[in-house]
């Protein structure tokens, strides 16, 4: 088993002897995001967080001062360090050639869930749903945002959607942990599994696998696009939530809107090693440097924070003079509504504002109480062996052959391509953009120039690595070429691919 970040942190502890604060890795970002740092720091001094800030700088100007990912070394030795990083959002420069500083920081801290609560603080802040108190746990390094992207033809563009079963398991399992843990009654995972049979379906199929460990707890499963148009509309029906990673972008997004607004609502992004909080929303450029910015997001995500590194007392104290605040009325810009608030202030009016009512509890909300929660990275996820430790037999049974052609009909591809196909791996389909053309192909189909040629071998007999390179020869020689090629497996017997549409 891995050490967890609980055990780092213990270590450091008792090897400060009495001096028991906990470093913390701090970036202030881009735009509003020094404002509402400010803000934050400010709440958490007043409330006795022993905690000991390592301050970094990343986002924008290092992007601009020519590192392309935006961060410097001497930053991830900090996190290194410490393994906590408390961090304000950050302004991805537009255009090509940066790549997102968020999925770098998930990816390369291994921070597979991102738990983004969305709850609704009615009658104090404008909601069309009073009982909201929704958790997303989103799978945060795989899926779309592999990032692997490539040109194929002057038509057409790919995105590779990567999905592992140790991916897949770990999430899941954490949010059944989460829902144990804090008491949640049921999960509900989202996945398009109807389309996505592969990648979505592992998701969905590891999610029954592992939900069966948890009897007490209430499963379900809703198609992504209902499930986030039930989002919006009757989020009461959720507890917690487990999706992959862009479903679970888009979800949050909905979630916390629904809830009252992007600006309150925080996150963690936890991983077995370290953990990252930060607000859900950006750095919202449009209002920086005013001083009218909303810290809650990130001051929440700050109590999360507490609460991962073991202060639960603080974390309390700071949550309910939060929720005091907000029932009292006091309000930034982007929660003021006269029908609910009673003082418009700023970001710094606002931290002065929670520090003023620390100690006391609200009024009509329900104290929060953390004294029993473990933090969230304790929660068991790397203890289980994976069920991909079995190996299964791979058999090789054909390959599917993408080429880039814009030399005729299909039926002129076909004709050469046949050819190169022998009665031992024979070609059986051609299809475009996903779509059968070929045999039998309908004329309405439209075709762009990036065609995937199919080499099956008869009743699934067994092909060799040597057969399929001289395959590829063939191809090369013949003119047609080739541009990616795909192997087509069956794992114990069963296909590891997927038909075309229409086969
Ligand atoms: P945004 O979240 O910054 O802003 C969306 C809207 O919400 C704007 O109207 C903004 O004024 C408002 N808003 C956001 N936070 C607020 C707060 N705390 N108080 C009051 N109002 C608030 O989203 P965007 O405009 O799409 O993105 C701006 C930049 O932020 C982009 O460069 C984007 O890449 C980046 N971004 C960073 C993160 C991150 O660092 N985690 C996340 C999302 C977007």
Redesign the pocket.
Known sequence: MSTTLGGVLEKKASVAGSVTKIPVTVAY????GPE?MRATLRVLEAAGAALEYDEIEMGEAVYKSGLTAGIPESAWESIDKTRVLL????????GGGYK???VTLRKTLGLYANVRPAVSYAPYVRTHHPKMDVVIVRENEEDLYAGIEHQQTDEVVQCLKLVSRPGCERVVRYAFEYARQNKRKKVTCMSKDNIMKRTDGLFHSVFDEIGAEYPEIEKDHLIIDIGAARMADTPEMFDVVVTMNLYGDILSDIAAQVAG???IAPSANIGNRAAMF??????????AGQG???????LLSAVMMLVHVGQNEIAERVHNAWLRTIEEGIH???LFDERYSKVKVGTEEFASAVIDRLGQEPLHFKPVRYEEKAPLNTLKTDTVESQSATIAKKTLVGIDVFVHWNGGSVEELATRVKEIGNSNLPMTMITNRGVKVWPHGHAETFCTDHWRCRFHAEDDHEVSSRAVLELLEQMDASGVGFIKTENLYLFDGKPGYSLGQGQ
């Open positions: 970002g881009d735009g509003i509402i961090k304000a959002p950050i302004t991805t420069p537009q997102s500083l968020n607004s992007v600006g930060e607000a859900i929303h950006g750095s919202a450029p449009q209002i009218v910015a909303n810290p809650s997001g990130l930034t810009g982007d």
